[in-house]
């Protein structure tokens, strides 16, 4: 089992910035791949970002990519997701999850994979 707690959500107005963290509890965390998702009212949800085990590979939805950046420290078992230039589209609860890789350098992308799940924050994105 892991344990998965969010924090750093808030409101915001466009064009600022935003770190979220999850912190993990539980079994070994760099076994597992990392990544965000978030879902918007009457929205599904969606992919934000991955990385990898050992943190050298990632991955971001085209929507995020160049404004958000995912990390992670294995020491600290947390992942965190960096959010700059917020738009009122980037407005959701944003969770994160864990997926268990045998590879340290692989991720995914699709919520299928991913073993455990956070509570979700909320990012409000004002106009």
């Known amino acids: 089992q892991v344990q998965l707690v969010e924090s750093g959500g808030g409101l915001v107005q466009a064009g600022a910035s935003l770190s979220l963290s999850c912190a993990a509890a539980?079994?070994?965390?760099?076994?597992?791949?990392m990544g965000w998702f978030r879902q918007a009212p009457g929205k599904e949800r969606e992919f934000v970002a991955a990385?990898?085990?050992?943190?050298?590979?990632?991955y971001y939805a085209d929507s995020v990519k160049g404004r958000f950046t995912i990390s992670r420290d294995n020491a600290k078992n947390t992942v965190y997701l960096q959010m700059n230039s917020l738009k009122p589209e980037d407005t959701a609860v944003y969770y994160c999850?864990?997926?268990?890789?045998?590879?340290?350098?692989?991720?995914?992308?699709?919520?299928?994979?991913?073993?455990?799940w956070g509570q979700g924050t909320q990012v409000t994105v004002s106009s």
């Open positions: 539980g079994r070994a965390f760099s076994y597992y791949g």
């Open positions: 999850a864990a997926a268990f890789k045998a590879s340290s350098a692989t991720y995914s992308i699709s919520d299928t994979d991913y073993n455990y």
């Open positions: 990385i990898s085990r050992s943190g050298t590979n990632t």
